[in-house]
């Protein structure tokens, strides 16, 4: 194997009497490089904003969200709350209700949904990290105060600092099936915008967060919820607490965790991911396709050298292997290049986020997030590797002892 690596090698690094295989070799190798660069860096960005999502996500959704499996509402009784309190790990217990509500603020209406949380809420989230305009509460004395989606807040053009316009909430009364009066047909109540956050796109167009009381009046409830949220100690393991809590509540109730809560969106993520490295590595078999045209202009030029080596006792397997080798040294120096070329970017931009994403002031994070897997660049290499195979074994096919004594 020393041989033909050797002389592969010389063959790589020494100039050539025609410079257009020069040309050519520069070019295959650019190629890779720039190819293995760009999967790179794009695979990290895309880590970078999934990990951005599951924050921010994680940052609202509890560890652990009860509901029914049958029905929209139910009601816990006593003990199954106390034990379910009692639970080692479990730290924070809040009582949600959810509902699609119309909203109006001036002359302006949109469809959301309200969430009314108790005050657990609050020491479990960290949706006061993701108000970026006005105050983090839902209430202030006899006050009832509305934190706002972003996207909500900018279809009805809420302005938190205008104490004079009330946010108008309706919801269709309950056990109403046809009524002559539609004003009779709604519970409408009003209450004050008091901040707005930004957490991602569908979440921001959707909700609106109150006072669990405020709520169930509004929508005529009396203990009844649409979910329990849990909140877990940090040294806890979810999937035990999550199988004490369903011992608990039977089989009559869903007990999902954070990657349950968001399944959809994971799984979105992860798809769009390897889209666009299937479709980057499509464009780099391109690329690398050019090492054909390299290594078949180089055979041609070195068929003296072929001949030569022929004639001191090389047979056809040594004579391909030389060249296979080399067309593996021209994959392997792009792909290493390119590893690390696009760490380098991703390295600068994560550490001086030198390309920014917005100036805006609801944007979480202002420069583009970058996270750096090793199982991408490892996966990425593997993949160049494997196509540089294939480019490399075609052009060499055609080297063997007939052509040699045709004198090639």
């Not at 990290?129 to 706002?148: D, P, R, T």
């Not at 369903?246 to 799984?267: A, D, P, T």
């Not at 590893?339 to 380098?344: A, F, K, W, Y």
């Amino acid at each position: 194997m020393k041989l033909p690596f050797f002389i592969a090698f010389r063959y790589l690094i020494s100039k050539k009497k025609h410079n257009i295989i020069n040309v050519i070799s520069g070019i295959s190798i650019s190629g890779i490089t720039f190819g293995t660069m760009a999967l790179i860096i794009v695979l990290s960005v895309f880590n970078g904003f999934e990990a951005l999502v599951i924050k921010m996500l994680n940052s609202i959704n509890p560890d652990l969200q009860i509901t029914v499996k049958e029905g929209k509402t139910f009601e816990l009784d006593s003990i199954q709350k106390a034990s379910i309190k009692k639970i080692k790990g479990v730290v924070y217990y809040t009582d949600v209700v959810e509902e699609n509500v119309m909203l109006k603020y001036n002359n302006k209406q949109h469809i959301a949904v309200i969430k009314g949380v108790s005050n657990d809420f609050f020491k479990m989230s960290k949706i006061c990290k993701l108000v970026f305009n006005g105050n983090c509460e839902v209430k202030q004395g006899a006050v009832n105060y509305a934190l706002i989606g972003n996207g909500v807040a900018n279809v009805l053009d809420i302005n938190t600092d205008d104490y004079m316009n009330m946010l108008s909430v309706y919801v269709p009364r309950r056990g109403t099936r046809s009524v002559t009066d539609p004003t009779k047909a709604f519970n409408n109540k009003l209450i004050q915008p008091g901040g707005l956050f930004s957490v991602e796109y569908e979440y921001d167009s959707k909700y609106i967060i109150t006072d669990l009381v405020f709520a169930r009046d509004l929508l005529s409830y009396n203990k009844e919820v649409t979910a329990v949220e849990i909140g877990i100690d940090a040294g806890s393991e979810v999937d035990k607490v999550k199988n004490e809590v369903k011992h608990i509540l039977g089989n009559s109730y869903e007990v999902r965790n954070r990657f349950e809560q968001q399944e959809l969106l994971y799984k979105v993520m992860k798809s769009e991911k390897w889209a666009v490295f299937l479709i980057l590595t499509f464009i780099l078999i391109i690329a690398i396709f050019n090492v054909i045209g390299t290594l078949t202009m180089l055979v041609l030029e070195k068929k003296n050298d072929i001949s030569i080596l022929w004639t001191l006792g090389a047979n056809n397997k040594l004579l391909k292997k030389i060249f296979f080798i080399e067309g593996i040294l021209i994959s392997s120096f792009g792909a290493l290049l390119g590893l690390i070329l696009g760490g380098l970017i991703c390295w600068i931009q994560q550490t001086w986020g030198i390309i920014s994403m917005s100036s805006g002031r609801t944007f979480v994070v202002d420069a583009y997030p970058v996270s750096m897997h090793f199982s991408d660049f490892f996966l990425v290499f593997i993949t160049v590797l494997l196509i540089g195979f294939l480019a490399a074994y075609l052009p060499i096919r055609n080297i063997n002892t007939n052509s040699i004594e045709k004198g090639y």
